[in-house]
C-alpha cells in the first residue's frame, strides 16, 4: 500500500477531523449512495420494460424479414427457399402476404391488416404464447377458411368464436377493377372464413391483424404464389447480423432483408434513448451531489495544512500530497458507490420477487425490472470518475500550498 493511499485511508476515518467536516463527508457519500441507487432502481425498469416490449413485438416482428424493395408481392424463387433453410443458425421459415382488407360486421365496417401465413410463421413468431383461444396452427383438412384474430377486432365486431356457424365477411379490390360503375361490388373480391383462434400480443396489433391460411390470402389478393414476405426465426440471436449477410446474398440487391430491431427501429430507438437520458440527468444530479465532496475535501485540506507542510519537509513531492486527496476523494465516492450499489441490487430483487410496486391497469401487473452487470460498470465508472474529478481541485490547492508550521 502507498504513503499516500495510507494517509488518505487516516484521513477518511476522520477520528481526528473536526465534526463538521466528518458531518459534510457523510453527507457526500451520502448523496452519491442515493445517486447510485437511483441509477441501479431505474436502469432495471427501463432494461425490464425493453424486454416486455421486445417481448410483445416478437409476434408479427421476426427475427429477420425478408421484403421486396418495391411493389408489395414478389414470387419466390424455390432454390432461394432451399438455400435459406441451409443457412446455419436458420431455425424455421415462415412464410406470409398481407395487405388490407375490409372486414364487414353486424352493424358496421372496419379495415383490418389481413395476412395469410403458413403454419411455419406461428412458430417463427412465437405465437403459441399470444394465443388466447384456440391453438397457434391452423387444422390439417378445414372444412371452411379458418381465422386466428386480434382480441380488439372480436371485441369491436362482435365476433362470437365459439360460433361455428357464424361467417365473417371480408372484402379487397380485384386486379384492375373499376368502382366507376353503379355496381361497385362486382369490383370486389369477397371471401368469407369462420372464427377458429383468436390472440392477444398489444392494443395495436390486436385491434389490426387478421390472420387466415396462406393459400386463402393469396387467392383473395389476386396474388397467386407470390409472397409478402419470408420470415426467418434462429437458432441463436447472437448471429443474427451473420444470417442476414448470408441472406443479401441469395436474395440480391431487390430485397430488404431486416433484424427485429430494425424493422420496429423508432420504437427500440425511443426506449433506448430515454434510457440514456436519464442517465444523463442522474449523472448530472450526481455532479452537483460532489460539490459536497469538493468543500469537504477542501475543509480537510485546509485543516490538515500542518501535516501538508511535515510531509513536504520530509521530502513528500507535490504529486504525493495531490494523491492523498484524490485517494480520499475515490475512498469518499467508493464508499458512497458501494452502498447505493448493494441497496439498489436489493430494491430489484425485491422488486423482481415480490412485485411491491405496481403499474396499476393494464397488461402488467407491476414494474418489469432486469439487471444488466454491464449497467453496474457503467454505474462505478460513472461514480468514481466524478469522484475523481470531485477531488481534483483540493489535492491540486493542497499540493500548492507553501509549508506552515504555526498559525500566524
Known sequence: ??????????????????????????????????????????????NGLESYV???????????????????????????????????GVKQVGLSVEDMALLEGHDHQKVVRLKGVNNEWFQVN?????????????????????SNIGVDIVAEMGIELDNTFQK????????NASFAGMDAAAALNGIAVAPYASFKVQPELDGMYFLVPLK????????GNQLSAVELSLD?????????????????????????????????MATEMEKWMIYGILSLVLVIASFNMVGALSMLAIEKKFDVSVLKSLGA??????????????????????????LGLLIVLSQMQWGWIKMGEGFLDAY???MQWADFVVVCITVLIVGLAAGWYPAHKAAKQLMIFKDE
Open 1 to 46: 500500500m502507498s504513503l499516500a493511499l495510507k494517509i488518505a485511508l487516516r484521513y477518511f476515518k476522520g477520528r481526528n477531523s473536526t465534526q463538521a467536516i466528518n458531518i459534510v463527508s457523510w453527507i457526500s457519500m451520502g448523496a452519491v449512495a442515493l445517486s447510485t441507487t437511483a441509477m441501479v432502481v431505474l436502469f432495471s425498469v427501463y
Open 54 to 88: 421486445k417481448n410483445m413485438y416478437t409476434a408479427f416482428y421476426p427475427e429477420v424479414k425478408v421484403s421486396v424493395i418495391k411493389g408489395k408481392f414478389f414470387t419466390p424463387d424455390e432454390q432461394q427457399l432451399q438455400k435459406l433453410s441451409h443457412i446455419e
Open 126 to 146: 412465437g405465437m403459441d404464447r399470444f394465443i388466447n383461444t384456440g391453438t397457434a396452427s391452423w387444422p390439417e383438412q378445414p372444412a371452411e377458411v379458418p
Open 168 to 175: 365473417i365477411q371480408l372484402y379487397y379490390p380485384k386486379a
Open 216 to 223: 386463402a390470402a393469396q387467392h383473395f389478393f389476386n396474388a
Open 236 to 268: 441463436n440471436p447472437r448471429n443474427t447480423q451473420k444470417v442476414i449477410a448470408k441472406v443479401r446474398e441469395i436474395f440480391g440487391p431487390d430485397f430488404t432483408v431486416l433484424s427485429r430491431l430494425e424493422q420496429n427501429k423508432t420504437l427500440f
Open 317 to 342: 513531492e507535490a504529486k504525493t500530497i495531490k494523491k492523498v486527496f484524490l485517494n480520499l476523494g475515490m475512498l469518499i465516492a467508493g464508499t458512497g458507490a458501494l452502498a447505493g450499489l448493494v
Open 368 to 370: 418489469p425490472v432486469e
